[in-house]
């Protein structure tokens, strides 16, 4: 679990510093991005009891993965590495235990807290991510996709509005999916895999 988290952790970075070369400085309200996103997940799965609504769970997912993303840059601090890093969530996550809340609760425990902390808790954030279907495993593979999405959109103009969103009708999210559905989630250049499969779907349908 360390090295995946030490993988993670190493992405996020990356693709923040991507964004905004000195962001561990910066401090920016990583906490208010992740309790939005959760607003956001509930919307997905529903909670409207006066009319009907059906969960989807694969966005649930989705969005479970975007704050996840948000939690992990919220983690760094300045003069505080990687590995130490891992090592205090991989600690925290083998000593959590997990409290069985269903995800509408989950979710509000998690935003809660980042709103009283003003941080991030791997605890809370790994009562959700059960309580959505999700394991460490498919946690890591999900977060490697929408990363390596992440990085794909800003080599192909999102930050200055070029990039197409939309491919054929449907959200790169929605491809992105089926495209790591189809790779082989243990090779050691699966990221480069998905980048490629990415690049030649976006092409085939933005350019058609």
Known sequence: MKQALVNMLTMQHNMNTRVHENWIEQDFEWYRAAWIECGEL?????????????????????????IWHFGLSALFKPGKDIDQIATEVAEELASHQPS??????ATEELALHCLQTRGFSPGRFWDLMLASGLDFDSLYTAYVGKNVLNFFRQDHGYKDGSYIKNWAGREDNEHLVELVAELDKDAENFADQVYQA??????????A
């Open 100 to 105: 069985g809340a269903g995800v509408r609760e």
């Open 42 to 66: 509930i919307e997905h799965y529903g909670y409207k009891w006066w009319k009907k609504q059906q969960p989807d769970i694969e966005q649930v997912r989705l969005e479970a993965i975007d």
């Open 198 to 207: 990415l690049v030649t779907r976006y092409a085939g349908l933005t350019q």
